[in-house]
């Protein structure tokens, strides 16, 4: 008669931690297509990147949008140590400042652009 109940009780353990061990396996596979998937979207987004840092500097090789916009941004530094100009360059900040933000952030935008958009990013992260 003990016989009777140990048999199934065994085999209803045996499938019952079957059942657990596909489960776990099913949770695993999961977790590394997962891991696998963000690894290539990480892989594309740093390719990405590249490339676009690549075709940027390719397209300003022959353009001077950056030495005018150094040219452009050097004269408020000039300026403020040239004696009696200070106002003036005063004043443009002030005049900026009244500008609308969308003008103000397209400014960031254009020196972005041309300077390279991660190299402006990490510069303007570190407030």
């Known amino acids: 008669m003990l016989n009777l109940l140990i048999g199934p009780i065994s085999q209803l353990a045996s499938t019952w931690l079957e059942g657990k061990v596909e489960k776990t396996k099913a949770e695993t596979g999961a977790k590394v297509a997962m891991a696998k998937a963000e690894a290539v979207i990480m892989e594309k987004k740093a390719t990405g990147e590249i490339d676009w840092d690549l075709e940027a500097i390719k397209g300003s090789q022959n353009s001077w949008k950056d030495e005018w916009l150094v040219i452009l941004f ?53 407030k």
């Open 74 to 126: 050097s004269v408020p530094l000039i300026l403020a140590f040239i004696p009696g100009m200070e106002d003036v360059v005063a004043h443009g900040f002030q005049q900026l400042k009244q500008m609308p933000e969308w003008y103000q952030y397209s400014l960031g935008v254009i020196v972005a652009a041309s300077f390279g958009v991660r190299s402006a990013t990490k510069c303007f992260g570190k």
